[in-house]
């Protein structure tokens, strides 16, 4: 079975300018979560989506929104980007959602901000 | 504050020793705790999960125990090898969903021939 997959890889942007990323999840697997990691804030929850809902959301600026498909590939999108917003964005698939399940991560996208 | 803090930041190992990482966290109220392991480049991959009613979790030469009680949680490397050179994250979660996912800041364990 596929793991999770993530598009593009490595990203950069300038600052003011907006970005999208893709998270398509384990076959069957209908919770996607999102999160960021940097070297000073380490790992922070973004959000997280279950049959097309965002059931949970981190305390992050409504810059960063997402949205799930009916095939449960998710998108995250950054508008108005800011130079910390540079950081590794890993997205996680889970077959529901439930806190006590294993979360599968992808391999990231990296995001730089010039 | 809900916070989790792991110890140490950083360590060297010779290939073959064994070693233990700590965290401890003041998250509540606990759902359950859980150890990552995350290569350079890559995401985490999860080792164990364990509830409040566990004392110890295994996954081949992982080890992970949890004390509720003093809320503090160790990670036990057996043999270790030199793939197990990574972070290791300690995540404790909240009773209430996915945003009450609090992430330590990781140890990275660098083990050397």
């Known amino acids: 079975k596929a793991g999770v997959t993530q598009t593009p890889r490595y990203l950069i942007k300038t600052r003011g300018q907006q970005v999208t990323l893709s998270c398509s999840p384990i076959?069957?697997?209908?919770?996607v979560s999102w999160y960021q990691q940097t070297p000073g804030q380490g790992l922070q929850f973004l959000f997280e989506?279950?049959?097309?809902?965002?059931?949970n959301k981190g305390n992050f600026p409504g810059r960063f929104s997402g949205r799930q498909f009916s095939n449960s590939r998710s998108e995250m999108n950054v508008s108005t980007l800011e130079l910390g917003d540079s950081a590794l964005y890993l997205c996680?698939?889970?077959?529901?959602?439930?806190?006590?399940?294993?979360?599968?991560f992808g391999p990231g996208t990296r995001l730089l901000v010039l | 504050k809900n916070q989790v803090e792991q110890s140490p930041q950083s360590l060297i190992i010779l290939e073959g020793k064994n070693c233990t990482l700590q965290?401890?966290?003041?998250?509540?109220?606990?759902?359950?705790l859980r150890w990552y392991k995350q290569d350079t480049g890559r995401g985490p991959v999860s080792l164990t999960i364990?509830?409040?009613?566990?004392n110890t979790k295994s996954n081949g030469r992982y080890t992970a125990t949890l004390d509720a009680d003093t809320k503090q949680s160790s990670l036990h490397i057996t043999a270790s090898q030199l793939s197990d050179s990574a972070s290791y994250i300690c995540?404790?979660?909240?009773?209430?969903?996915?945003?009450?996912?609090?992430f330590g800041a990781g140890t990275r364990l660098a083990v050397h021939p």
């Open positions: 965290c401890n966290y003041t998250v509540s109220p606990f759902s359950n």
């Open positions: 996680a698939s889970s077959l529901v959602q439930e806190v006590q399940e294993t979360q599968y």
């Open positions: 076959s069957g697997h209908r919770s």
């Open positions: 995540v404790v979660t909240l009773r209430g969903g996915y945003n009450k996912l609090i």
């Open positions: 364990m509830t409040f009613s566990e």
């Open positions: 989506y279950f049959s097309e809902t965002q059931r």
